[in-house]
């Protein structure tokens, strides 16, 4: 018996037997991540940490993952505008929606169909696995922009592929399409197009058949020795952000991308 709950107008949670599906659908092609749906992405991972008769979840965007951040997010134009303190306290809507989905005892999948860009690929790499479509990609556009790569992303992504793969994956901003994901370690599963949610759901039920206390206890420890040092060494990417963001090479790339140009960075 389906138990649809809808935390807000872009994210839903449907519960059936054991397995939730946490959806993002936004009504475009994009399903940008604004601050407000991060905040429903974070809020629909705390309402499933306590709920026992769920045992796995899936992750899921329609028709695609995510394109990241909602660069037309009205918040943004507020975060500018507000003092440091202030900020800080607004950056905290990405980190602490991965953080909430991370903290999942339950077994937790992402199902990429498209893309995942960004904050789609931090989203995607607090799970436990990533079923991908055959013609995704993920792509980090962050430090091309002048950024740095934030959300607590980075000690899990090493964890997945190792540093150099991660550095491949970071520094130059270039799409990684799913079969080299998949050999990366960035995923654990590629479906054909369209058929990615069949897949993760595939992959929910077998979790969600496991005695539960044994499979959360066990995953609970996997997470912990995989991640041990994860908030020693992202700790401070927030600050980073807000440090990045105030960069001229940042504004530079913003407006070589607007304008349709190479970009021309001088490290100020």
Request: aromatic share 4%; charged share 25%.
């Amino acid at each position: 018996m389906s138990e649809p709950a809808s935390p807000s107008p872009a994210v839903t949670i449907d519960r059936r037997d054991g397995v939730a599906v946490v959806m993002l659908k936004r009504g475009d092609r994009l399903n940008a991540l604004s601050r407000a749906v991060l905040g429903e992405l974070k809020d629909a991972a705390l309402a499933l940490r306590s709920d026992v008769s769920v045992h796995a979840v899936v992750l899921a965007g329609d028709p695609i993952f995510t394109a990241g951040a909602d660069l037309k997010d009205p918040a943004n134009r507020a975060r500018e505008a507000a003092g440091l303190l202030e900020r800080r306290e607004m950056l905290r809507a990405g980190p602490d929606a991965c953080d909430a989905f991370a903290a999942l005892d339950q077994v937790t999948i992402a199902a990429i169909e498209g893309f995942a860009i960004g904050g789609g690929v931090a989203l995607a790499a607090a799970c436990d696995f990533r079923v991908m479509g055959a013609g995704a990609y993920l792509r980090l556009p962050e430090i091309p922009l002048g950024m740095n790569m934030s959300w607590h992303t980075v000690p899990r992504l090493v964890a997945l592929g190792g540093p150099a793969r991660t550095k491949k994956l970071t520094l130059f901003g270039a799409p990684m399409k799913a079969d080299e994901a998949l050999a990366a370690g960035f995923a654990d599963e590629i479906a054909p197009d369209g058929q990615v949610m069949e897949a993760a759901l595939a992959l929910a039920r077998r979790a969600a058949a496991l005695p539960p206390v044994a499979a959360r206890i066990a995953k609970r420890a996997i997470a912990s020795a995989a991640d041990a040092l994860g908030g020693a060494t992202s700790y401070a990417d927030l600050d980073q952000f807000a440090l990045t963001a105030t960069s001229g090479d940042y504004r530079e790339a913003v407006t070589a991308f607007l304008e349709k140009r190479s970009p021309r960075f001088t490290g100020q």
